[in-house]
């Protein structure tokens, strides 16, 4: 069979999520998003896992209804296997593991990492292979030469925080709520990114380093903060322009390099920070000047969720690629090619 109708759940961090694909066709993308962490400044393992088992039947419930789907027309359940958060996992796993006993239909397991970069074959346009793609997200900054489907290769990546990190932790130290990246870019919009300059502080290569940006901004706040206590009430616009400039400038760099090294120019982003804005006008500029192809996922599709591990999913289950009942969740998995 290769026209299957899967079921698909991602709970690697804070997001509940399910997804119905038919023959190759996403259904629907239910997301629950847990809003408990919001006023902890980021994600609290332990709830995260007690939110997951208490959102997931209604979440998978959700997805079937919505498709107008039986249970029992399911082909296959999927399931995020890692990288990500160990009890969040768990709680995917063993819900995915329960179904598809129940019903006696296999199991897929799918990379987080790698859904992220499928993501971008759930809709048109769809980029040809081979492709490299920049994944920015809260756990993660890779560059990735996607061979096909089923074949990734990660050229280069983070050697301390993700970038999501760092607009989150920057947004801490403005006192914004958690996840503070969306509220960053907001509040870009409205400021000038050239108000001020940040360190450059890159390292050689294809990897990044996130680190030291960080503790620059954490200084830059201190030392403003002594003149002027309302600092950043009064400068939020601007600091958060220029910041957020200083940022895709670093990602931009290493997306150029690894152009030039690879030679590809079909270039795709991905995860959470792909929705950023100035990442993404700063990208179409770039493919303007240099004759770059490229594809920048849906909003809903940049964030965790169910539809992109039902799309990784549906490739798995062409190729025959099943789990065993006894996979266990890997927090650290790694995309090995
Ligand atoms: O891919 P994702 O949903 O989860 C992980 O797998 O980590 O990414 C979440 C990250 C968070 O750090 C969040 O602040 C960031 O993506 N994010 C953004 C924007 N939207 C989400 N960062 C900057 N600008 C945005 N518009
Ligand atoms: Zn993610």
């Known amino acids: 069979m290769t026209q299957p109708i899967i079921l698909a759940i991602e709970s690697s961090c804070d997001e509940t999520s399910a997804s119905i694909i038919q023959a190759g066709k996403v259904l629907n993308n239910v997301i629950a998003s847990q809003t408990v962490h919001q006023k902890y400044g980021g994600v609290v393992p332990e709830l995260a896992s007690r939110a997951h088992q208490q959102q997931i039947y209604s979440v998978v419930n959700e997805a079937l209804t919505s498709a107008g789907m ?96 760092a607009f989150d932790k920057a947004a801490k130290m403005m006192d914004f709520p958690y996840p ?50 309302r600092f950043v009430e009064i400068n939020k616009n601007d600091i958060c322009a220029s910041l957020q400039a200083h940022l895709v400038n670093m990602v931009m760099e290493k997306l150029k390099l690894a152009v030039e090294q690879t030679g590809i120019n079909h270039v795709a982003i991905a995860g959470g920070v792909a929705a950023n804005s100035g990442l993404r006008k700063s990208l179409q500029i770039q493919a303007d000047q240099a004759g770059w192809n490229v594809f920048m996922p849906k909003f809903e599709y940049c964030t965790d969720n169910a539809a992109m591990i039902a799309i990784a999913a549906h490739y798995k289950f062409v190729a025959k690629r099943f789990a065993s009942l006894e996979v266990a969740p890997a927090a650290n998995l790694v995309i090995s090619g």
């Open 180 to 229: 503070g990246g969306p509220l960053i870019d907001a509040y870009a919009k409205e400021g000038n990114p050239k108000a001020f300059s940040f360190p450059h502080t890159a390292i050689p290569g294809l990897d990044f380093s996130f680190s030291g940006i960080k503790t620059a901004f954490l200084y830059f706040l201190r030392d403003n903060k002594k003149t002027e206590p």
């Open 70 to 165: 039986q249970v029992r027309q399911l082909n296959a359940i999927a399931f995020t296997r890692g990288p990500g958060l160990l009890g969040s996992l768990l709680v995917g796993v063993s819900f995915a593991k329960g179904m598809a006993l129940g019903l006696q239909v296999p199991l897929l397991e799918v990379n987080h990492m790698e859904a992220h970069v499928l993501a971008h074959f759930i809709d048109d346009p769809r980029p040809a292979f081979p492709f490299l793609c920049l994944t920015v997200s809260g756990g993660h900054t890779q560059l990735v030469v996607v061979h096909d489907y089923l074949t990734m290769e990660v050229i280069g990546e983070t050697r301390d925080d993700a970038i999501g990190e």
